[in-house]
């Protein structure tokens, strides 16, 4: 599986959109790009995946480079419940096992 | 739905302890999955359930063995618990389509395991 990098921690003012990057350069062109967030030592929890295509659901938008080599995660409007630690996988599908990485800690602030 | 449950939440154990933690979902997913995670650290997958009737070693595998009961049920069993498997475990389910498409995982509440 193709390994990720995510910068350590991140702050967002609430109201303000989060745009949570990952670089993923050495994706293969069937692995798909996930990204989960665990709040306070709780399970983690799916927010989104995409494989070329962005994505928009109601939690969040994706946004994958042309090249795939690396995505942005946004989360349109912050919340102080959106403080978590976020992970962004690369999944090759039917693969069974995801790799969770350290993730970016991200603080919300009033 | 309660989703994917797991007991006990809460574990204290000696060293040379044996104990099983059990893990059940309500969602009919066909496969399951057991991870760690140390404190400050990302999850790690301990074994897998790809579905009923089989299991798979992930990437800590070493000291646990586990059994895929039922299709709702898979439990973790510790044989003889040294300080090292002091974590937190999360059980998880999916439903994962050959063809393509989702692998959400659904992750369980977690057990916190101390061994002394």
């Known amino acids: 599986d193709a390994k990720t990098t995510q910068p350590p921690s991140m702050d967002c003012a609430e109201g303000r959109a989060a745009n949570l990057p990952c670089n993923h350069s050495?994706?293969?062109?069937?692995?798909?790009v996930y990204w989960y967030r665990q709040i306070h030592s709780q399970g983690p929890q799916y927010i989104i995946h995409?494989?070329?295509n962005n994505e928009t659901n109601e939690m969040a938008s994706l946004i994958i480079t042309e090249d795939r080599k690396s995505s942005t995660l946004i989360l349109p409007h912050a919340t102080l419940r959106d403080t978590a630690v976020y992970y962004c996988i690369v999944n090759l599908i039917p693969d069974y096992k995801l790799s969770f990485g350290a993730g970016t800690t991200v603080t919300v602030r009033a | 739905n309660a989703g994917v449950t797991q007991t006990p939440k809460f574990q204290v154990l000696k060293t040379g302890q044996s104990m099983t933690l059990q893990c059940a979902q309500d969602?009919?997913?066909?496969?399951m999955y057991w991870y760690r995670q140390d404190p400050g650290m990302g999850l790690r997958l301990i074994y897998y359930s790809a579905s009923e009737g089989t299991t798979d070693k992930g990437e800590v595998p070493n000291g646990y063995n586990v059994s895929r009961l039922n299709k709702r049920e898979f439990s973790l069993r510790l044989e003889s618990a040294a300080p090292s498997q002091t974590s937190v475990y999360f059980c998880?389910?999916?439903?994962?389509?050959?063809?393509?498409?989702?692998?959400?995982?659904?992750f369980g509440p977690g057990t916190r395991l101390t061994v002394l």
């Open positions: 995409g494989l070329k």
């Open positions: 998880a389910s999916s439903e994962v389509w050959a063809s393509g498409g989702d692998n959400e995982q659904f």
């Open positions: 969602m009919n997913h066909n496969s």
């Open positions: 050495t994706i293969s062109g069937n692995e798909y």
